[in-house]
């Protein structure tokens, strides 16, 4: 039993939004109560204290897309590689990385990622692998390290065939292999979804193959008009839009999400809005891509699901949101739009999305909800309330900020320091791995 307390508390729950000196009491891996501090404290005295220390108690983030097989790149650079094209960022980077993952290289980027969402108070999160040299077991190994770093898990391969027929029906064996898995054993904490990187890799037979495979366990999982490329395939090749081919292949319901969906048509975003079909918006990563913006305000008023993600860039959501605030503002040149769209997707819609796969009450401080709080740090210096919390988060908080995490009712960091991980061993055999990786993409040795 915790109970974290000292702080504001932002519950995110309409019924009950705001305690200005607040505490959240949880029971194992559910939220039982959340009141006043001196209530709370009076009324379960046996209770573990989590002291906020003055800062914002709130639910744990989600990160609707993202990409641990990322996770070994930062500080990067491939001897010779200087994209002008998306294609080019594809192939010569992203592709490159994952075509030299082992199992040993997956686990590492694992442990870098969900370091990395913990630090930054990431609860959830949904990943799109890739590890095209070593595909059969990589879904599980990643598990294995999800499960012991705590952090809340929607797993999927990329399934493409821009490696060949082979390696396209391995991604195909493993997103099946791990869906049966998770449906023969059902958790809160481990979900599947069934991946298919962008469409101008994939052609129809393999899309029929994957739907074969997939018999209805899960939803997909599959990049869509990041780039031009998807609609330049779909139009010459088939004759139609990306959105149309989905369709037509039977891939869209409201269990399957849409990354980017940056070239859609209104006649497509019709189709995904009567499909119910979800869509998440990665506004950092579309900018440094150079592959344009979401039209996420005109998704949005056709009743679109739209969730946000990070597609890696970054594991810091509040920092998506910022973004995502100002590109939409500056793509509309309008300086008045888009603040309820980009707070109702991180708030609201992305907790929507989760408690679709794992079947808990997520993004919500309430009776019942799932135990996944954090504490960050903020000393405000303006008044601060229930009316005006997200435009201190935007302008006054960042990831970094988050001093404590717990998911599951389980404490993964405690003013600052992992709690049950061993962050130097961890880091130690993430950097082992970075510089095999490193050296085998630009032929030399790491030291």
Same mark, same amino acid.
Request: glycine residues 10%.
């Given at each position: 039993?915790?109970?974290?307390?000292?702080?504001?508390?932002?519950?995110? %729950?309409?019924?009950?939004?705001?305690?200005?000196?607040?505490?959240?009491?949880?029971?194992?891996?559910? !939220?039982?109560?959340?009141?006043?501090?001196?209530?709370?404290?009076?009324?379960?005295?046996?209770?573990?204290?989590?002291?906020?220390?003055?800062?914002?108690?709130?639910?744990?983030?989600?990160?609707?897309?993202?990409?641990?097989?990322?996770?070994?790149?930062?500080?990067?650079?491939?001897?010779?590689?200087?994209?002008?094209?998306? +294609?080019?960022?594809?192939?010569?980077?992203?592709?490159? !990385?994952?075509?030299?993952?082992?199992?040993?290289?997956?686990?590492?980027?694992?442990?870098?990622?969900?370091?990395?969402?913990?630090?930054?108070?990431?609860?959830?999160?949904?990943?799109?692998?890739?590890?095209?040299?070593?595909?059969?077991?990589?879904?599980?190994?990643?598990?294995?390290?999800?499960?012991?770093?705590?952090?809340?898990? /929607?797993? /999927?391969?990329?399934?493409?065939?821009?490696?060949?027929?082979?390696?396209?029906?391995?991604?195909?064996?493993?997103?099946?292999?791990?869906?049966?898995?998770?449906?023969?054993?059902?958790?809160?904490?481990?979900?599947?979804?069934?991946?298919?990187?962008?469409?101008?890799?994939?052609?129809?037979?393999?899309?029929?193959?994957?739907?074969?495979?997939?018999?209805?366990?899960?939803?997909?999982?599959?990049?869509?008009?990041?780039?031009?490329?998807?609609?330049?395939?779909?139009?010459?090749?088939?004759?139609?839009?990306?959105?149309?081919?989905?369709?037509?292949?039977?891939?869209?319901?409201?269990?399957?999400?849409?990354?980017?969906?940056?070239?859609?048509?209104?006649?497509?975003?019709?189709?995904?809005?009567?499909?119910?079909?979800?869509?998440?918006?990665?506004?950092?990563?579309?900018?440094?891509?150079?592959?344009?913006?979401?039209?996420?305000?005109?998704?949005?008023?056709?009743?679109?699901? !739209?969730?946000?993600?990070?597609?890696?860039?970054?594991?810091d959501m509040l920092e998506s949101l910022k973004v995502a605030l100002v590109i939409q503002r500056h793509n509309a040149m309008l300086p008045?739009?888009?603040?309820?769209?980009?707070?109702?997707?991180?708030?609201?819609?992305?907790?929507?999305?989760?408690?679709?796969?794992?079947?808990?009450?997520?993004?919500?401080?309430?009776?019942?909800?799932?135990?996944?709080?954090?504490?960050?740090?903020?000393?405000?210096?303006?008044? +601060?309330?229930?009316?005006?919390? %997200?435009?201190?988060?935007?302008?006054?908080?960042?990831?970094?900020? /988050?001093?404590?995490?717990?998911?599951?009712?389980?404490?993964?960091?405690?003013?600052?320091?992992?709690?049950?991980?061993?962050?130097?061993?961890?880091?130690?055999? /993430?950097?082992?791995?970075?510089?095999?990786?490193?050296?085998?993409?630009?032929?030399?040795?790491?030291?």
């Amino acid at each position: 039993m915790l109970l974290i307390g000292n702080g504001r508390v932002c519950t995110r %729950d309409p019924a009950n939004p705001w305690l200005e000196d607040g505490a959240v009491l949880t029971v194992e891996d559910e !939220i039982k109560e959340v009141g006043p501090l001196a209530e709370l404290k009076a009324k379960y005295p046996e209770a573990e204290f989590v002291d906020a220390r003055g800062g914002i108690i709130m639910p744990g983030f989600i990160n609707a897309h993202t990409h641990i097989y990322s996770g070994l790149a930062r500080g990067l650079s491939i001897d010779g590689h200087n994209p002008t094209t998306f +294609l080019e960022v594809l192939d010569g980077m992203w592709w490159n !990385i994952d075509r030299h993952l082992t199992l040993s290289g997956t686990k590492a980027c694992a442990w870098a990622t969900y370091l990395e969402c913990i630090r930054n108070g990431v609860t959830t999160i949904f990943d799109h692998h890739a590890s095209f040299r070593e595909i059969r077991g990589s879904l599980f190994a990643i598990e294995e390290v999800a499960k012991e770093a705590g952090v809340r898990s /929607c797993l /999927c391969y990329e399934v493409s065939e821009r490696d060949g027929m082979e390696k396209c029906e391995e991604a195909i064996a493993e997103n099946a292999d791990f869906a049966r898995h998770c449906k023969e054993n059902p958790s809160d904490k481990i979900a599947a979804m069934f991946g298919g990187h962008a469409l101008f890799t994939i052609s129809d037979p393999t899309f029929e193959a994957m739907v074969k495979a997939n018999d209805g366990m899960t939803g997909f999982h599959i990049h869509v008009a990041e780039g031009m490329n998807d609609v330049y395939d779909s139009m010459r090749n088939y004759g139609c839009r990306p959105i149309n081919r989905l369709l037509y292949n039977g891939l869209l319901g409201e269990r399957t999400m849409l990354g980017h969906c940056i070239h859609v048509s209104p006649a497509e975003m019709d189709i995904i809005a009567e499909t119910k079909t979800m869509v998440v918006n990665n506004p950092e990563s579309n900018m440094g891509n150079a592959v344009g913006c979401s039209p996420i305000l005109q998704m949005w008023q056709k009743g679109i699901q !739209i969730g946000m993600g990070t597609d890696a860039y970054t594991h810091d959501m509040l920092e998506s949101l910022k973004v995502a605030l100002v590109i939409q503002r500056h793509n509309a040149m309008l300086p008045n739009v888009a603040w309820g769209e980009v707070t109702g997707m991180l708030f609201h819609n992305n907790a929507a999305i989760a408690e679709k796969y794992f079947h808990r009450t997520l993004g919500v401080l309430k009776p019942g909800a799932a135990a996944d709080v954090i504490v960050v740090d903020y000393k405000p210096f303006t008044p +601060l309330g229930p009316d005006n919390i %997200d435009g201190h988060l935007i302008y006054g908080v960042n990831g970094r900020s /988050c001093r404590t995490t717990i998911a599951g009712g389980k404490v993964l960091y405690k003013d600052r320091a992992f709690v049950g991980l061993d962050e130097e061993a961890i880091s130690a055999f /993430c950097m082992e791995e970075s510089k095999k990786l490193w050296g085998e993409l630009n032929h030399r040795v790491y030291e």
